[in-house]
């Protein structure tokens, strides 16, 4: 049998985290997180994700903030990073994307859709 991926989320709306850890908790080991930094700080405990879907809106480190964390540390910057927000403009998207997200995804959105795009992304990982 195969051991789960592990996905990270980390979003600071309790109800957000529920229901993305219900997308995804069936096909993967889930971690929530309220911020950045509770996500690093465990990530660098000894726990490496498979993928992460973060918010960029958040208390004490933002998305920006981990996103740029993520891709300019020697661990991690090859971790596909979901952006999941609420943030609606273009320059958003491309600035999320430039900075080395693997997809953008607008809140609201389609539980659906965003399970088949970190499918697809972990299953040539």
Sequence with gaps: MSKK???IIVDDEPMMRLLLKQIFNSQYEVH????G????SW???GSIPDAAVIDLQMPEM??????DH???SGFFEKMPVFVL???ETSSDRIKCLEMGAEDYVT?????KELKIRVERVLKTT
């Design 37 to 40: 930094k509770e996500a690093l």
């Design 62 to 67: 933002n998305g920006y903030e981990l996103l």
């Design 5 to 7: 991926k592990k996905i």
């Design 107 to 111: 809140k609201p959105f389609n539980p």
């Design 43 to 45: 990530m660098y405990a």
């Design 85 to 87: 927000s609420a943030e």
């Design 70 to 72: 993520l891709k300019k």
């Design 32 to 35: 929530v997180f309220n911020d």
